[in-house]
Each structure stands twice: as C-alpha cells, then as structure tokens.
C-alpha cells in the first residue's frame, strides 16, 4: 500500500509507509494540543489519532469555561490512505509548517461547537524520553513523543457562547506521540488478564523566558517507572524559534512529585514538583489549579467515543456537561488536566496539571481502584 509521502527519503524499514514496523493492534500516531488562559478563565483540548491496524482516524474538539459547562465534539472515519489527509468531518488539521505553525478548524456542525485556531510555536521541540510499560511480557505501551510550547490566535464558538483568543493571553502545548498504547475494544481470547493500574503525571509550565516539563509514571507502591524534569528556552515570537531542535534543553537527573488530594476524590488539590539538577541543586514548584477539563472530552477512557473504537464509516457525536456535577471517581472521570498557576519561590508561572490514578497506589493511601482520599 503506497501513499504519497513514500515519494520522500523518510522510510525507516524495507516497507511502504503505511506499513507500521510492528504489527501489533494497538499502533497508533496522534497529535494532540491544549490551550488555556492565562487567567484561568478557559481551556480547550484537541486531539486526532491514527490506528493503522485498526483502520481508523478520529479526533475530537473539547472546550469549557470557568462558569460553565463543558462541551465536545467527536469525530470518527476508516482511516484514508494517504496520511496527511487529517480530515474527519467537520473536523481538520492543517500543518501549516512542521513543527512551528498548525492551524485546527472545526466547522460549524450539529453540536454547536466550532473553531478556527491557528497554532504558533514559541519553542523548538523537545522530545521526551522513550516510554515503555509492561503488563507480564508483553509492552502495553512503547511510545515517543515530543512537545512543543506555544501560543493560540482565533475562534472558538460554543452553545454557550464565543471565545477570542488571543496570543497575548492564551497559552498552549502541543504534543505528538506515536508507538503502541493500548486503545480502542478490549482484546478477547487468551488466558483473563489480571487488572491493572496506573499513575501519571505531567506537567508542562511555561515561565517568562523558559519552560519547564516533568513526566511521572509510578507503580502501585509509588516506584518510578518514568521520571524525566527538563528546562528549555522560551521565544518571544515565531521568528525567534532557531530551528526544529535548538540543542539548548537542560535535562535534570531526576525529577519528584508530591500531591494532595481533594478529600474524597483523586483530584489534585495541590502539587509540588522537584527539579533535580546534574549538580544536585532542587528546584521546588508549587503548582495551584484553578480550572478542570474532563480528559473523557477528547475521548480518554470515555466509554462511548473511546479511542481507537470503530464507529463506522463516518460518525460524529457530541455532548455537554457540567464538570463539578460529575462523580470524581467513575472510572471515565478519573484522567484530568487542570490549569495551574506555578511558584517556585522567586518567580510566578502557568501551565497544566495532567493526572490519572486508576488501582491502589500507596503514597495517597488509596487500596483499591476506585476509592477516593481521605
């Protein structure tokens, strides 16, 4: 199966493009953004993902304000041949140049939600270490990804109303992630599996002239699994970006994390966050939330737009809702990313929050899958 991009010198393997080096069900490549507000006032999350094997494409366009609901669109369609086609729908990316300038359009569509986002990279990339999680022997997940810092311009339209976005004031992570993680209809046959849990943290802030970055993975009992801090350079503009790589990020030796949980809930209340330096040196962020987004609403854990789940040839769906009247502990709303303000002492900055806690995890004290912080 060839495609267009099999005319340029990227192959990785004797096979065409299309063709992933593994044949694993779970491939999948994804890109993924947030943007918030400086004020905390608002928050949207974009996604769109490919599952070769599965032969799917689908996205999803999720926003929600201070004092209001949350409301997103869903979009699924058999994956095209070609892979920069990134259209479902309504819904489409436009790359407008790799690794500095995308734009995401929504048009206006049963739901009522729309946009019209240009995207501008105020760093160069970086790339996160390789992560790889096992469930017995087989890797349930052995991904990369890279991030990139940035700012929004444009529109968004909602049924409760309009947001401008302006790159004075609206902040943005851009994330793509490619490998194998688990998605989609659970596999059947084969000897039961024995339920397994999870703990993540992530946390991208940006500061006045840097940005900073640390990834958690925990076991059950609070061991590290994946722990990575890093710094980089913060552009004024676009212009200023060197290049994709800029070679000028500080990776630290190790990186720690403490939250505190809303009582009954697996919510982060709070956060603190060390950046340990090569030296030794500890840098303490304290991270404070002020505003929720469902991560359900781009399709994480969601039980019915899950992703990767086959919908049909062309389907679109959409909902609403109000995050403070949902149960913190069902299992589609445990994974969340919360927009916080960032201290570490002597200088003031904003990022996200992402956690997810599924099964026991002993440094909060919870002991089974579900329970709550007391």
């Given at each position: 199966?060839?495609?267009?991009?099999?005319?340029?010198?990227?192959?990785?393997?004797?096979?065409?493009?299309?063709?992933?080096?593994?044949?694993?069900?779970?491939?999948?490549?994804?890109?993924?953004?947030?943007?918030?507000?400086?004020?905390?006032?608002?928050?949207?999350?974009?996604?769109?993902?490919?599952?070769?094997?599965?032969?799917?494409?689908?996205?999803?366009?999720?926003?929600?304000?201070?004092?209001?609901?949350?409301?997103?669109?869903?979009?699924?369609?058999?994956?095209?041949?070609?892979?920069?086609?990134?259209?479902?729908?309504?819904?489409?990316?436009?790359?407008?140049?790799?690794?500095?300038?995308?734009?995401?359009?929504?048009?206006?569509?049963?739901?009522?939600?729309?946009?019209?986002?240009?995207?501008?990279?105020?760093?160069?990339?970086?790339?996160?270490?390789?992560?790889?999680?096992?469930?017995?022997?087989?890797?349930?997940?052995?991904?990369?990804?890279?991030?990139?810092?940035?700012?929004?311009?444009?529109?968004?339209?909602?049924?409760?109303?309009?947001?401008?976005?302006?790159?004075?004031?609206?902040?943005?992570?851009?994330?793509?992630?490619?490998?194998?993680?688990?998605?989609?209809?659970?596999?059947?046959?084969?000897?039961?599996?024995?339920?397994?849990?999870?703990?993540?943290?992530?946390?991208?802030?940006?500061?006045?002239?840097?940005?900073?970055?640390?990834?958690?993975?925990?076991?059950?009992?609070?061991?590290?699994?994946?722990?990575?801090?890093?710094?980089?350079?913060?552009?004024?503009?676009?212009?200023?970006?060197?290049?994709?790589?800029?070679?000028?990020?500080?990776?630290?030796?190790?990186?720690?994390?403490?939250?505190?949980?809303?009582?009954?809930?697996?919510?982060?209340?709070?956060?603190?966050?060390?950046?340990?330096?090569?030296?030794?040196?500890?840098?303490?962020?304290?991270?404070?939330?002020?505003?929720?987004?469902?991560?359900?609403?781009?399709?994480?854990?969601?039980?019915?737009?899950?992703?990767?789940?086959?919908?049909?040839?062309?389907?679109?769906?959409?909902?609403?809702?109000?995050?403070?009247?949902?149960?913190?502990?069902?299992?589609?709303?445990?994974?969340?990313?919360?927009?916080?303000?960032?201290?570490?002492?002597?200088?003031?900055?904003?990022?996200?929050?992402?956690?997810?806690?599924?099964?026991?995890?002993a440094p909060a004290g919870f002991t089974d899958f579900f329970d709550?912080?007391?």
């Amino acid at each position: 199966m060839l495609n267009k991009l099999d005319d340029y010198p990227i192959h990785q393997t004797p096979e065409p493009i299309a063709h992933p080096a593994t044949s694993d069900r779970n491939v999948y490549d994804r890109t993924w953004f947030n943007g918030y507000a400086k004020d905390g006032s608002y928050y949207f999350g974009i996604g769109m993902a490919i599952y070769p094997h599965r032969g799917i494409l689908d996205c999803a366009f999720s926003v929600v304000t201070r004092d209001g609901r949350q409301h997103c669109f869903y979009g699924s369609r058999r994956a095209p041949t070609e892979r920069t086609e990134m259209q479902v729908g309504p819904f489409r990316i436009e790359i407008q140049e790799p690794m500095l300038r995308t734009r995401v359009v929504l048009d206006d569509n049963e739901s009522g939600i729309s946009c019209d986002l240009s995207f501008s990279g105020r760093t160069a990339v970086i790339k996160e270490a390789r992560q790889t999680l096992y469930s017995g022997p087989r890797a349930v997940m052995d991904a990369t990804r890279f991030d990139q810092f940035g700012r929004w311009s444009g529109t968004v339209r909602h049924p409760d109303g309009e947001i401008a976005v302006d790159d004075g004031m609206c902040l943005g992570t851009k994330d793509r992630s490619w490998g194998v993680r688990r998605v989609g209809e659970p596999e059947t046959g084969g000897a039961p599996a024995m339920p397994g849990g999870i703990f993540f943290l992530w946390a991208p802030l940006v500061w006045d002239d840097h940005v900073s970055h640390a990834i958690f993975f925990d076991g059950p009992k609070g061991e590290a699994l994946v722990r990575e801090g890093l710094t980089a350079p913060l552009y004024a503009s676009e212009a200023d970006v060197p290049g994709v790589e800029d070679g000028k990020d500080e990776r630290m030796a190790t990186a720690k994390h403490r939250v505190s949980y809303v009582p009954g809930t697996r919510l982060a209340k709070s956060a603190e966050i060390d950046l340990v330096d090569l030296e030794g040196g500890t840098r303490t962020i304290s991270l404070e939330p002020i505003l929720k987004f469902q991560m359900k609403g781009l399709g994480y854990t969601h039980p019915e737009w899950g992703q990767g789940m086959w919908k049909g040839e062309l389907a679109t769906g959409h909902e609403s809702f109000d995050p403070k009247q949902l149960d913190p502990l069902a299992m589609e709303n445990l994974h969340v990313q919360q927009v916080v303000r960032a201290s570490d002492g002597t200088r003031e900055g904003m990022g996200v929050l992402e956690q997810i806690c599924i099964g026991p995890y002993a440094p909060a004290g919870f002991t089974d899958f579900f329970d709550g912080a007391k």
